[in-house]
């Protein structure tokens, strides 16, 4: 069973369906390996960078203390 198929089954959700008008989408092109995604994303304008974590925070203070 391919991704597709198991997503649809999953989820309920047909990846390959537009959502303006219900048609068939298909694959133009499967971009593999981090250089040539960073060279997209470069090109694009997109940040390249993983997003920082935000520090832990506490547990909530109760309204009684």
Do not use: N, S
């Not at 068939?24 to 092109?29: D, G, N």
């Not at 090109?43 to 547990?59: D, K, N, Q, S, V």
Request: glycine share 8%; aromatic share 10%; net charge positive.
């Amino acid at each position: 069973m391919d991704w597709v198929e198991l997503r649809r089954k999953t989820f309920d959700f047909d990846v390959f369906a537009c959502v303006r008008c219900g048609g068939r989408l298909r694959v133009l092109a499967y971009v593999k390996g981090a250089p040539r995604v960073r060279a997209i994303l470069e090109h694009l304008g997109l940040p390249t960078a993983c997003a920082r974590w935000a520090p832990a925070r506490g547990p909530p203070q109760a309204v009684w203390c």
